[in-house]
């Protein structure tokens, strides 16, 4: 495809996906309801659950995590202005669900809208991005070097440790964010007060002990399934990374964005989040129409398409191979 058509059918697929723009206000309303209704149905229902043996609240732990999964694709909804038309009730929405999420709403805006405006660019790597190396820059790293990024990109690190050391100390204390962003610090400590004084109510509502045999089951797994979905959604084996002279927003999009095919009731706990290339092409789209924006238009399709089972196999990709053009496994170094 020459660059001229290449940028005529951008234009028609932009133009598809702007159609599906704007937020319903009952559709948003009653997703939100339904939702936090959940939750709360699930987190008591744990709570009760404590007079019995406690595998029994592990496993009610998954669905309750499934709805903190889907009130942050709200929160990541009101971040990029799509979830309400009002951008004040997008805010003040977004700031409330990052007390229960435990992700500060003003620092998740900003540096997920970083994450939109480089995503696939190899020049601008680091803010709101999984640590992606290319083959060159991993042989250039010390051993101690080398050793740092394969326990960074370890599944036990990523999704084990990861999550706990995410939402318990990154997000309390974000060190790596600029001091001049000052909105972005002010959510971080007005989150982190709220979020003491709503542990300090449900300690003295439930107590201690049993809010933590509760909540951090809940924690950890809708932690471990956010990092994960965000892994899926860009490391895949053809995704697109380039340099920045050459790096292009749309096919980025399109490219470097999978589309992660997922049994109905799991789209509905994630929110249609693995339609990832639609949602890149346009933030402004609502969750709940990116499904509809999808199977109206088969051109949109037309995409990398991951299963549940061929997703696992990812796991193993840790290195951007400039050559070959694709994400490859550390095995290739030697090659």
Known sequence: MNRTSQKST??????????????????????????????????????????FPYWITLLLAIPTAGMVVRLFIIQH??????????????????????VLTLYPFGYWRKTHAIHHATSGDLGRRGFGALETLTIEEYRKRSKIGRLLYRLYRNPF?????????????????????????????????????????????????????????????VVWLS????????????QFEDTYWEESENWDYHRAAFEGSSYYDLPAVLHWFTGN??????????????????????????????????TLWESL???????????????VGLTQVNR
């Open 10 to 51: 951008t234009a028609n697929l932009v133009n598809i996906v702007r159609r599906y723009e704007k937020p319903s206000l009952i559709k948003s309303f009653w997703q939100l309801t339904n939702t936090l209704a959940l939750f709360i149905i699930f987190w008591l229902l744990m709570l009760y659950s404590l007079g």
């Open 77 to 98: 909804d009101c971040g990029h202005g799509s979830f309400f038309r009002s951008k004040k009730a997008c805010n003040t929405l977004g700031f409330a669900l990052g």
């Open 157 to 217: 690190v990523l999704f084990g440790i990861g999550p706990l050391y995410q939402f318990a100390i990154k997000t309390r204390l974000p060190l790596d964010l600029p001091r001049s962003w000052k909105r972005e610090w002010k959510s971080v400590w007005q989150t982190n007060v709220a979020v003491l004084l709503l542990f300090l109510l449900m300690w003295q509502a439930v107590g201690l002990d049993r809010f933590l045999l509760v909540h951090l089951p």
């Open 223 to 234: 932690g471990a399934v956010g990092v994960w979905l965000f892994y899926i959604q860009h």
């Open 273 to 306: 989040i693995g339609i990832h290339h639609l949602h890149h092409l346009s933030s402004k789209i609502p969750n709940y129409r990116l499904l509809e924006c999808f199977y109206n238009h088969p051109e949109l399709r037309q995409v990398t398409r991951l």
């Open 313 to 327: 196999k990812c796991i193993r990709l840790k290195l951007w191979d400039t050559q070959q053009r694709k994400l």
